[in-house]
């Protein structure tokens, strides 16, 4: 359909209108999301199993992260020394066992992550393992008598929510496999 089209002079110029297409970008988006689908269960179907499977593997990581933090609390509160000269480092809890332990724990994690990096896409694998936002504030609670104000709890139940959501789609996934 051809339509009059003014030019900055005011001459009239003949073009084309461009033609609206009918389609909007959300079938773009919808092919690419169904392409990264099957390219994810793909890299699932694949994956080892045992001691090697991604997901336990992703266990492990955030159960490490939560031994850790627990660790390095109990280590720094352990030796904790407001009145040396470097106290306000934070290096004199190095002088703890507890704080070695949890550094251990932290390299485990690290290495069982890279893992799972390698079979999970990170978009997946990461909320998953903030599921350590919800165990550490818990174990503080229940394993160093730590208080949680209301207001926190009300934060751990938005995570819950979260991780859920996080979830929901990749238990439909695991179920097709």
Known sequence: MAQRWRGRAGSPLH??????????????????????DRALEKRMQNRPSGFGNPSLQLGLSVVCVFASELLLKRGASEVAAPNDA????????LASPL?????????????SWLYVLRYIPLS?????????????????WIFLGELISTLRWCGIALVVFG?????????????RL
Request: proline letters at 7%; charged letters at 20%.
């Open 15 to 36: 073009a084309e209108r461009p033609a609206r297409t009918e389609r909007c970008a959300l079938p773009i988006f919808e092919n690419l999301l169904r392409r990264n």
């Open 86 to 93: 470097f106290s306000w480092t934070g290096i004199n809890g």
């Open 99 to 111: 704080v070695w332990w949890a550094i251990v724990l932290i390299i485990a994690s690290f290495i």
């Open 124 to 140: 997946l694998a990461y909320p998953l393992s903030r599921v350590v936002d919800i165990l550490v504030p818990l174990g503080c």
């Open 163 to 175: 991780l859920a959501l996080v979830v929901k789609p990749i238990a439909k996934m695991e179920e």
